[in-house]
């Protein structure tokens, strides 16, 4: 029989109207899509449910398979009339697939949707896609039995009209005279039963439970459409669409708000106010992205959690249109996530996917965002207008985001907005404080005395024997660069960044309560979570265990659940491996240490002249660079052992595991990133001795000093390349580069695991579930907020050290945005639309390092600046008031002939000159009673420094209240416009059922008052009236209740 042959005949379509096949199978049960019948007639297929039962082969499902033999396929050469058994095929799956018979795929690619967003039809909808990898069956009939020929497996066809589900299973048998019937059948008759080898097995039980899944997806009122598997092995899609009924059932179970048909004129503020907003929306018409706007801003649709029963009061124009894309995708992985197996007793997709029945379950996306088609769709709109790097300077088209991504990742976005618009008054400020440490560099006195070698300070030397006396002048450039960010501008910056902080969070609160007014997510309640299937496998095990040791019934069984005692082992795992991975840095902090002090007494063995003239640079830049490679390699460990951490506790929804995947990775990467600023900024140079008395580690290597300037130079560059480095080499490049290298390998996967086979169901051009599949899947919103708080406790942590952060943190950003946008437009999967009222925990974490950065910035400026000994000389120790002096003030004298035996400096040129040396201290001189103990100004200064930090703190705390308090959470227009939507949204449905009232009360008055005519048509004509009434009485619940049975 030719391939023409093989499609079904409708002697007249426009008699018969939609009709579609129910296919089932006498082994496996499958059902499911609806093809057209023949490109001829592509309006015959509208719809296809059906319901299959499984054959009971449980007994060789695991070893064997039941082949049935001397069986014909069944196929229609009329709607109506007889069946004839065409040629045996090859296999089930791609014997008859989506209404067609095999051999059909040419006539079958012919009707492909055009835009790849639709069924073959071209009018239903794809939300949804299901990708999984098959192989055949290798195994072949023993030498002997069986023929050789292609085995093949019956089949049969019901009739469904209009998308009726067919319950129960029917399958044509041969009667005398050639007659068919179709009669309830248990099983196959007359089977085969083939050994299968262990992988034919796995793909066997695989298939059975894909069958049962999709078979289960139909029941709940999707419809399917499905590939042919015409390769040896090769990668199969199950396309997924929504019909109306469903989509509205489950609106209404997840109480999705929809806009009504009331709209009301949203209230703005009058005044100045009113007159600065329209300036700045003139100003800022060039940075508006291009997008479709709402026609008229001024106007708001009141929103309603979506009901059937009141399906009157939506503004529904069309069915097809009024759930977007976002939204019916959500719906349709909720159904997903919910529909079980009976096979290993999976729950929902996720389980499937976890146990490899199904690759991967994405939404598509809205066509290709590049090209030369005119065709414009929502992705195409966000890569022009927001995904490219050449509208860097535009707003961001937030509500577009969220309408595509959903509310999750469109807060995302905006708070990444906010954050980085945040930083441009911050950059500034930064920037001046800079600027006025280079202006007053040359009116520095304490850095013109560390300069003027007429002040000729001898200084002590730097390591024992090899190192000489030195000139305090030689470190002038070092004290100069110090100048520009110790100073006292340094002070109000670092009170300015802790009050930005404040402001900043308090700022996001209010644009969060307003998008989530004009996103209607005020009131958004907790949706009821799925557990997660690494949760459901774990407890199933305990509850087969119990039932090994006790007998137990199953009313219990149902209610068990993983307590503390079954966790235990994976948290004393966490805390064990937490402590280790947190020492692990302690110790490569301490590793790059003794490098450090290693280095420079073997530079400082040199005979070279140069290289000893250069051993802090040397150390310091190199150290600071193992430091950055270090960090950068522990992030990746950190991140993988965070998530492995977080599964082995088994949490039980997938909110518990990201919440506590988040501490668990910010705890680890904040002590990874910020322990060797913390090393250099409140320990280094705290615990080297005296003179005479060093502190000596391995044996005979002195603890590293500070630099004659002091810490802080040494503390800003160590911020600033680490931020730096961090920011182009794990923000930018790791995430340019892995993405694309993670893609090429998917792809060289494919291509060598695949046998190179013609395909003839392949279309020419890829399909766009196709092309989704290829790109990478979305893995969650984790690792882009966790860049960005990293990089918060950098600009905010140790701005007093470094106030360029904020205006480096701002030009990573602009890039950050638009990689950020351009990775979920052109490189990621279409995410899950989800919901969300806030950013969760990291609203938190915000707010703890916001408070901790106060505390933080205290200590720098009173420990690891000489802003307090500057201010405790000028007001108690300067004869003048001034600044005068202040070097020869912080040096204390050291008498050389007290060194230690072989500390002297060798061949030193100044031995016999030198009496006296100096040292960087508060202590007594050698002649003072108490020589070399700490002076009265030591602890003058570590009191002054110690009520700066207590008075410093309170300040601050007490300013960041103060703003806090000042500005209010909910902005006034959202909470008057809220209290509105309330009441005209009760006046609606008042009048909405008046309106009801009396078009049934006029009906009823009418039908009275035609009936007292008595003629015979009015009496006609009142009757129809009264149907009508009764009729609108239970047209809504009657509509609502279509297609809804599960």
């Known amino acids: 029989m030719t391939a023409s042959q093989k499609f079904l005949s409708v002697p007249d379509p426009t008699r018969f109207g939609h009709i579609t096949l129910e296919l089932t199978q006498s082994i496996s049960g499958l059902v499911v899509s609806h093809f057209p019948l023949a490109s001829s007639h592509p309006t015959l297929s509208r719809q296809k449910t059906a319901k299959s039962a499984r054959d009971s082969f449980s007994a060789y499902n695991s070893k064997y398979l039941t082949v049935p033999q001397n069986r014909t396929y069944l196929h229609s050469s009329r709607i109506n009339g007889t069946f004839e058994a065409p040629s045996c095929m090859e296999s089930f799956s791609s014997s008859i697939i989506n209404n067609y018979l095999d051999g059909t795929q040419g006539g079958a690619m012919d009707n492909v949707s055009p835009s790849g967003m639709h069924f073959r039809d071209s009018k239903r909808k794809v939300d949804y896609v299901l990708a999984y990898h098959y192989r055949k069956r290798l195994a072949q009939h023993p030498p002997g039995v069986g023929s050789p020929e292609p085995m093949c497996r019956s089949a049969s066809l019901a009739l469904v009209s209009n998308g009726g589900t067919r319950k129960g299973r029917a399958e044509p048998q041969w009667q005398d005279g050639g007659q068919h019937a179709l009669q309830e059948r248990p099983g196959p008759l007359g089977a085969e039963v083939i050994e299968l080898g262990p992988l034919d097995t796995l793909e066997e039980e695989k298939r059975l439970q894909r069958e049962e899944y999709e078979r289960n997806l139909v029941e709940a009122g999707l419809e399917i459409e499905k590939d042919p598997e015409n390769k040896s092995q090769g990668l199969s899609f199950v396309r997924i669409h929504a019909p109306w009924q469903v989509l509205s059932r489950e609106a209404e179970l997840l109480k999705i708000k929809m806009p009504t048909k009331k709209m009301y004129k949203i209230t703005e503020e009058g005044g100045i106010l009113k007159t600065l907003n329209e300036m700045w929306c003139k100003l800022t018409e060039p940075l508006q992205p291009q997008v479709p706007q709402q026609e008229n801003t001024k106007m708001k649709s009141l929103s309603y959690p979506f009901s059937r029963e009141k399906i009157y009061l939506y503004n529904i124009k069309n069915k097809d249109t009024f759930f977007d894309n976002a939204t019916r995708s959500r719906i349709v992985r909720e159904i997903l996530k919910r529909t079980s197996t009976k096979a290993r007793n999976s729950m929902g997709i996720g389980t499937l996917i976890a146990n490899n029945v199904y690759d991967a379950a994405y939404p598509l996306h809205d066509g290709e965002y590049e090209g030369q088609n005119d065709d414009m769709n929502e992705r195409k709109l966000l890569y022009r207008e927001w995904a490219r790097y050449g509208v860097f300077y535009k707003f961001q088209p937030i509500d577009l ?476 120790y300067s004869q003048n008031g001034t600044m005068h002096g202040f070097i020869n003030h912080t040096l204390s004298y050291f008498n050389v002939s007290h060194l230690k035996t072989g500390t002297q400096p060798e061949n030193s040129p100044f031995a016999q000159d030198v009496l006296f040396c100096r040292f960087k201290d508060y202590r007594e001189p050698p002649w003072s009673q108490n020589q070399y103990e700490f002076s009265k100004q030591y602890w003058a200064v570590l009191s002054a420094r110690l009520a700066f930090v207590i008075l410093f703190q309170n300040l601050v705390m007490f300013l960041s209240v103060l703003v806090d308090w000042m500005i209010p959470d909910i902005p006034k227009d959202i909470s008057e416009q809220i209290k509105k939507e309330k009441s005209l949204l009760v006046d609606f449905f008042l009048k909405e059922e008046h309106e009801k009232l009396k078009l049934i009360e006029s009906f009823i008055a009418r039908d009275k008052q035609k009936h007292k005519s008595g003629t015979k048509g009015e009496r006609i004509r009142a009757a129809s009236f009264c149907q009508f009434n009764q009729s609108q009485k239970g047209s809504f619940a009657s509509f609502s209740s279509q297609h809804t049975e599960v």
């Not at 996103?519 to 199933?540: A, I, N, Q, S, V």
């Not at 795992?573 to 902090?589: D, E, P």
């Not at 952060?805 to 639309?833: C, G, H, M, Q, S």
């Open 401 to 876: 985001i969220r309408k595509y991504f959903g509310e999750k990742i469109g807060l995302y976005f905006a708070w990444l907005g906010l954050y980085t618009e945040f930083l441009i008054p911050s950059s500034v400020v930064g920037i001046i404080v800079f600027l006025y440490g280079c202006i007053t560099i040359e009116s520095d006195i304490p850095s013109k005395e560390m300069c003027d070698q007429r002040n000729a300070f001898t200084m002590c030397p730097l390591c024992d024997k090899f190192c000489d006396y030195w000139n305090l002048s030689s470190a002038c450039a070092t004290a100069r660069a110090s100048h520009l960010f110790d100073n006292p501008a340094t002070v109000l910056f670092s009170i300015f960044m802790a009050l930005w902080a404040t402001m900043f969070l308090e700022q996001w609160k209010r644009l969060q309560m307003r998008l989530s007014h004009f996103w209607d997510l005020t009131g958004l309640e907790e949706e009821e979570e799925h557990p997660r299937p690494e949760y459901e496998t774990k407890l199933l095990q305990k509850v087969l265990k119990n039932k090994n040791i006790t007998t137990e019934n199953s009313n219990e069984d149902e209610k068990e659940k993983l307590t503390w005692s079954d966790r235990m082992p994976g948290y004393a795992a966490n805390f064990g491996l937490i402590l280790f991975m947190i020492m692990l840095t302690f110790s490569a902090v301490f590793g790059v240490i003794v490098y450090r002090i290693t280095t420079a007494a073997a530079l400082s063995f040199s005979t070279n002249e140069t290289t000893r003239s250069n051993v802090r640079v040397t150390v310091t830049a190199t150290a600071v660079i193992i430091n950055l490679v270090v960090i950068l390699i522990l992030d990746e460990i950190y991140g993988a052992v965070a998530k492995w951490l977080t599964e082995i506790e088994v949490p039980k929804t997938e909110k518990t595991f990201e919440e506590r995947l988040i501490l668990k990775a910010f705890l680890l990467k904040f002590v990874n990133s910020y322990a060797p600023i913390f090393y250099v900024a409140f320990f280094k140079g705290r615990f080297v001795g005296r003179p005479g008395h060093y502190v000596y580690v391995f044996g005979g290597y002195r603890m590293e000093e500070c630099a004659p300037g002091g810490c802080l130079m040494e503390l800003c560059i160590q911020l600033s390349i680490i931020m730096l480095g961090k920011q182009l080499i794990q923000n930018n490049l790791f995430e340019i580069g892995i993405p694309k290298l993670k893609k090429l390998f998917r792809k060289l996967k494919d291509e060598r695991t695949e046998p190179k086979e013609m395909d003839t169901n392949q279309s020419k051009d890829p399909q766009q579930w196709d092309l989704d599949y290829i790109l990478e899947p979305f893995t969650g919103l984790t690792p882009e907020y966790m860049e960005m708080i990293i990089q918060f406790g950098f600009v905010t942590l140790f701005v007093a050290s470094f106030p360029l952060a904020p205006l480096f943190a701002l030009l990573n950003n602009i890039i950050e945005v638009r990689l950020d946008a351009k990775k979920f437009v052109t490189e990621l999967r279409r995410p899950d639309t989800v919901r969300a009222k806030d950013i969760g925990i990291w609203y938190n974490i915000l707010s703890g390092i916001g408070k901790l950065s106060v505390i933080i910035n205290a200590f720098v400026i009173a420990v690891t600046s000489d802003f307090i000994p500057r201010l405790m000389y000028q007001y108690a």
